[in-house]
């Protein structure tokens, strides 16, 4: 299994994906954001970081960055895409998912581990985890304040399109599992076809030994054995 992670002036979590990925067993390649066109893969990443410093919008520079245009066309006929907080919001920008996502609802960059419910089993993306599993991983966003409107959400959820859901941990409030305001702890959601998945939080960063959690390890050994 092959997956090209593209790059953004101002992406910073692009070894963190390579090394998720290929701990898993993927061969990874790097593609330039001006580059024309992604090479042959089996799944497309936009990692995390401050695309073009988050000017105007987050991510909304990066959605028409010259690669884009291949990764939308190849989103549109089926392949696999995985966006990563600052790629769910080029996602977002894309037109790929719906809603937006706003300044965090205290206004703060929030750094810090949250907890994820699997709310929905989408094959390949969601990898090994089983429906109603629960990972701790980190975020760490400033605009990760999903909204929808009330008949977006009603939709997302009558087709199982939100996929991760921010819950309480162990001895954690209701108040503070959800880090950013989002609209019915939205953490993760996918298009209707299935095939691209948007999420805020970083499981890259829930995979390794020194990390603080391994939670996340079989969403990536499950997604390279579903596309490989």
Wanted: hydrophobic share 40%.
């Amino acid at each position: 299994m092959k997956a090209a992670i593209v790059l953004f002036p101002g992406t910073n979590r692009e070894i963190d994906m390579k090394d998720a990925l290929e701990r898993a067993g993927a061969a990874t390649e790097m593609v330039w954001h001006g580059d024309a066109e992604a090479p042959p893969c089996d799944l497309i990443v936009l990692p995390g970081g401050f695309s073009h410093g988050d000017y105007l919008r987050c991510g909304a520079m990066a959605a028409h960055s010259p690669v884009m245009r291949d990764v939308v066309a190849r989103a549109r006929a089926g392949a696999p895409v995985l966006g990563v907080c600052n790629g769910f919001q080029m996602l977002i920008e894309t037109g790929l998912l719906p809603g937006a996502l706003l300044r965090n609802a205290g206004l703060n960059f929030v750094c810090r581990d949250v907890h994820l419910r699997l709310e929905n089993r989408r094959l390949p993306l969601t990898g090994a985890l089983a429906e109603g599993d629960v990972i701790r991983v980190p975020v760490a966003h400033g605009d990760g304040n999903y909204f929808a409107d009330d008949e977006t959400l009603r939709r997302l959820e009558g087709e199982g399109r939100i996929v991760f859901r921010y819950v309480a941990g162990p001895d954690e409030t209701e108040e503070r599992a959800n880090p950013n305001g989002s609209a019915a702890g939205v953490a993760g959601v996918v298009n209707d076809a299935g095939n691209v998945l948007g999420m805020m939080p970083h499981p890259e960063d829930a995979t390794g030994p020194r990390q603080q959690s391994r939670d996340a390890a079989p969403l990536f050994d499950g997604l390279v054995e579903a596309l490989s």
